[in-house]
């Protein structure tokens, strides 16, 4: 395009709306999900085949290669928190988890259920339980059997800041 002194207001507009449309399409990923339903279930000290390829520490942002400041911050239950036994729900809910701290008896099962349109996974943050689900669209699900006492910090490696949580299995 050309630019000339005294060039028209509508050919200005024009390239203004084109330049904006361009830094919004750079700026903005494609958050193409699945909603494919799938049920895993782990035990401890397993990893299924497919571990999510995305972590905390290699999200990039597209322009500039800035890493996302992404470390998940792990609440502890409460002590005076009841102990759940039987199959224990945990819901993924508006990109937050529901309820995010637990106490659970060792022989529970833990079922993570995604409700939100969003993939997302759940995978163990170190302790006595070592696990990574595949990813799981609106609602699948993926469980965990309790068979030995420790805390389990957990997080969605999609969404760590807001997706993370904490069990606490009880012997």
Not at 75 to 100: F, K
Not at 129 to 152: C, H, M, N, Q, R
């Amino acid at each position: 395009m050309q630019w000339r002194r005294g060039g028209s207001v509508r050919g200005a507009l024009s390239f203004a709306a084109v330049c904006g449309a361009l830094a919004v399409a750079v700026g903005c990923g494609s958050s193409g999900s699945t909603t494919s339903s799938a049920t895993s279930s782990a035990t401890p000290g397993t990893t299924p085949s497919t571990t999510p390829g995305a972590t905390a520490t290699s999200k990039t942002a597209a322009a500039g290669g800035l890493k996302a400041v992404t470390t998940p911050k792990y609440a502890s239950p409460s002590p005076s928190e009841p102990v759940q036994s039987g199959v224990v729900p945990i819901a993924y809910r508006n990109i937050a988890i529901d309820p995010d701290t637990m106490r659970a008896k060792v022989g529970s099962t833990i079922r993570w259920t995604n409700e939100d349109p969003d993939k997302c996974n759940v995978t163990s943050e170190g302790g006595p339980y070592k696990f990574a689900s595949k990813d799981f669209g609106e609602g699948g699900s993926f469980e965990l059997k309790l068979t030995k006492p420790g805390v389990i910090h957990y997080e969605c490696t999609y969404y760590p800041t807001t997706m993370n949580g904490t069990i606490e299995a009880v012997g």
